[in-house]
Structure formats: C-alpha cells, structure tokens
C-alpha cells in the first residue's frame, strides 16, 4: 500500500511539474517576440510575461493564437490583428513551431534568416505585409515547408533558387512585390511528382522574368517601335543626304564662278 501511495506521489508530482514548467525557449520565444511586435488595437490577449513563464497546459493554451502540443508552442496563428513592428529572429527559439501566420498586418522590415532553424515548420504565411530585403535562401533548410505565402509585401531582389529543393512545397505565392531577376527553373519549371506554380505566383513584380511568367513587352523592342525608329532613321538620313548635297553643289558653283572670272580677267586687255 505504501509502495503504490509512493507511486501515485510521484505521478502527482511528474504532472504539477508539466503543467508549471514551460519550455525555456517557447518562453523566450514569445517573450521577444511580444517585444518586436507592436499591439496599438491591444488586440492581443493574454500575451505578457507571466503567461509566457506557462504558455502550455498539455494540448491547451490560453495564449491567444497559440496552439500546444505536448506542452510545447506548435502554432501561432496570428493574422489581421494590425501588428505593426518587426519579426523577431528568437522566434526561431520555437523549435516545434509547425505553423506560422502572421498574415494581414502591417510588420515591416526583413525575413529573419534565423527562422531556418525551424526545422519542423510546415506552414509560413506573412502575406499582406510591410515585409522588405531579401527572402532568405536559408529558408530552403526547413525542410517540411509545404505552404510559402509572401505575397502583397515589399520584397525585393532575386527568388532564390535553394526553395526549389523543397520537395513537399505544394503552394508557393511571392506576388505583388518588388522582385526582379529570372524566376528559378527549380521553381517555374518543376517535373515529376513536384507541385506546380502557375503564373499567379509571380504576377506584379515588374522586374521579375522567366517561365511561367508571359514574356516581358519592354524587354524587347514591339513591331511598331521597330518601324518607328526605322522610319525616323531613314527620315534622318534623307535630310543628312540633302543637307550634304546642298553644300556640295554650292561649293562646286562658287568654284566654278571663280574659275569663270579668273578666265575673263586673262582675257580683258591691259590699259
């Protein structure tokens, strides 16, 4: 009997200790990302120091946008809430992190490369965002990536080609934002089994080219500005012809008048 109440202690304790210890990385996680991010509708709640100590109870959360599993942060959904501010790279401390959303807000400044460490993140959504830099090519190491939506922000430079080794990746949207280069070939033109993104993936970055983007107008020269400058050209040389033509018979006709003088001055006598 004593052996089993002995148990039954130690259960008890094991449980108190679950429920009352929180990860020591979700909570810096949460604590620094509260800290980047700005709340001016106060529309987060619960989101302070002492429900970051204990964010988890088993599968549950009171943490709103946060959902648990095994006691630990698995999903932070957290999207049209008018955060401002920016993302902070300790969110990579979330090291369950399956889901990311942080979708219609208004965060500014770049992707932190240090995300890469999610290494069991599934699904990342900052679409319609102030979002701007570069995405980062280091996000090709969250190989569990399925969903990458970053449309409706200010990215800008190149896509990088490593995200086309993202095998399970089957949405991918970089939309409306200031992208430029040539699309990847491991992203516009993928084969076998790999998902496939079409044009809408890419639409509204003026600098961006490739398949399965339709070619670009000004990046070659249309039918009619061809004949356009082909007209002008021609135009151009047929007044440099008549100009040229002008002073030559001009010049030829003074010669010719200084020779006729200089013959009849030989010709006139001498008084």
Same mark, same amino acid.
């Given at each position: 009997?004593?052996?089993?109440?002995?148990?039954?202690?130690?259960?008890?304790?094991?449980?108190?200790?679950?429920?009352?210890?929180?990860?020591?990385?979700?909570?810096?996680?949460? #604590?620094?990302?509260?800290?980047?991010?700005?709340?001016? #509708?106060?529309?987060?709640?619960?989101?302070? =120091?002492?429900?970051?100590?204990?964010?988890?109870?088993?599968?549950?959360?009171?943490?709103?946008?946060?959902?648990?599993?095994?006691?630990?942060?698995?999903?932070?959904?957290?999207?049209?809430?008018?955060?401002?501010?920016?993302?902070?790279?300790?969110?990579?401390?979330?090291?369950?992190?399956?889901?990311?959303?942080?979708?219609?807000?208004?965060?500014?400044?770049?992707?932190?490369?240090?995300?890469?460490?999610?290494?069991?993140?599934?699904?990342?959504?900052?679409?319609?965002?102030?979002?701007?830099?570069?995405?980062?090519?280091?996000?090709?190491?969250?190989?569990?990536?399925?969903?990458?939506?970053?449309?409706?922000?200010?990215?800008?430079?190149?896509?990088?080609?490593?995200?086309?080794?993202?095998?399970?990746?089957?949405?991918?949207?970089?939309?409306?934002?200031?992208?430029?280069?040539?699309?990847? &070939?491991?992203?516009?033109?993928?084969?076998?089994?790999?998902?496939?993104?079409?044009?809408?993936?890419?639409?509204?970055?003026?600098?961006?080219?490739?398949?399965?983007?339709?070619?670009? =107008?000004?990046?070659?020269?249309?039918?009619?500005?061809?004949?356009?400058?082909?007209?002008?050209?021609?135009?151009?040389?047929?007044?440099?012809?008549?100009?040229?033509?002008?002073?030559?018979?001009?010049?030829?006709? =003074?010669?010719?008048?200084?020779?006729?003088?200089?013959?009849?001055?030989?010709?006139? &006598?001498?008084?």
């Amino acid at each position: 009997m004593a052996i089993c109440r002995g148990h039954l202690l130690a259960a008890a304790a094991a449980v108190v200790l679950y429920f009352a210890a929180a990860d020591p990385n979700d909570e810096l996680c949460l #604590t620094r990302l509260s800290e980047s991010l700005e709340d001016p #509708t106060r529309k987060l709640q619960n989101w302070s =120091k002492a429900t970051f100590a204990n964010p988890c109870q088993g599968f549950n959360s009171f943490l709103q946008g946060a959902t648990c599993n095994n006691g630990r942060i698995y999903k932070l959904s957290l999207p049209n809430l008018s955060l401002k501010g920016t993302i902070s790279p300790f969110l990579s401390n979330c090291t369950n992190l399956q889901a990311l959303d942080l979708s219609s807000n208004q965060i500014a400044g770049d992707i932190p490369a240090d995300l890469q460490y999610l290494v069991n993140l599934a699904v990342l959504n900052l679409s319609s965002n102030r979002l701007a830099g570069a995405i980062p090519p280091q996000l090709a190491l969250c190989a569990y990536l399925n969903v990458i939506d970053l449309h409706d922000n200010r990215l800008s430079g190149a896509i990088p080609q490593q995200l086309g080794l993202l095998v399970r990746l089957a949405v991918f949207d970089v939309s409306s934002n200031e992208l430029s280069g040539p699309i990847p &070939p491991t992203l516009g033109n993928r084969t076998g089994n790999l998902a496939r993104f079409n044009a809408s993936s890419y639409l509204g970055n003026k600098g961006l080219y490739g398949y399965p983007l339709p070619p670009m =107008k000004s990046r070659g020269l249309s039918v009619l500005a061809i004949v356009g400058i082909g007209l002008g050209s021609g135009f151009l040389s047929l007044v440099l012809s008549f100009t040229a033509v002008c002073i030559w018979l001009r010049f030829t006709d =003074k010669k010719l008048a200084d020779e006729d003088e200089g013959k009849i001055s030989q010709l006139m &006598p001498d008084y």
